[in-house]
């Protein structure tokens, strides 16, 4: 319960710097396949109980979406996982967007570098937050609470149906016997 209030007041304050996303996309290049879509779909939460006002609860919600992660493995190891990424890239021909972050391991992070132009996220986790077909190395417990802090997952896409998940699921697990989807609620407002 905790958790989920800390989660809260970080997308309020999030929120409070503006929203920004995106154009939805229609197809993915998943591999030598297309993955068709549909176009972006928000799901509103009820918003009852919360600590915000109504106006702010319905703004707020229009922050978060339903997406179908397809995770390739987890694990607490991010060299061994990152050396996976590389062979079902090559495998599979599925592209790596590591959206310029590298594993820092003094912080034992991974992070945007300490000189990156963003100044609100220079040394810091960034994730991924958009559909796309592409793998890279998330934290889990941004996509799901049940996962342990640190764990870090193998992401081959994220979709906006799950029939597109499962597509790209039945061409990763030919090659990533561990790969699952996961349903999340994904904050996609601005984060800056």
């Known amino acids: ?94 592209p790596i967007d590591t959206m310029d972050r590298y594993y820092n391991k003094a912080k034992d992070l991974i992070a945007l570098s300490d000189d990156d132009e963003d100044d609100i996220y220079a040394g810091e986790y960034y994730p991924r937050r958009f559909p796309s077909a592409h793998l890279s190395l998330e934290y889990l417990d941004f996509y799901t609470e049940k996962a342990g802090k640190k764990t870090i997952a193998l992401v081959s896409g994220l979709y906006e149906t799950d029939k597109s998940a499962d597509s790209a699921l039945a061409i990763l697990k030919k090659a990533a016997s561990n790969s699952f989807t996961l349903k999340s609620l994904v904050y996609v407002g601005c984060m800056h």
Request: aromatic residues 16%; hydrophobic residues 40%.
């Open 1 to 94: 319960m905790l958790k989920a209030i800390f989660r809260w007041i970080f997308f309020i304050s999030v929120f409070l710097f503006g929203a920004c996303s995106p154009d939805s996309t229609e197809s993915y290049a998943y591999g030598k396949e297309t993955l068709k879509t549909d176009s972006l779909k928000i799901q509103n939460s009820s918003g009852s109980g919360s600590f915000v006002s109504e106006s702010d609860s319905e703004e707020i919600d229009r922050d978060f979406t339903t997406y179908y992660i397809v995770v390739a493995d987890t694990g607490m190891d991010y060299f061994l996982l990152h050396n996976k990424m590389f062979e079902l890239s090559e495998q599979l021909n599925i």
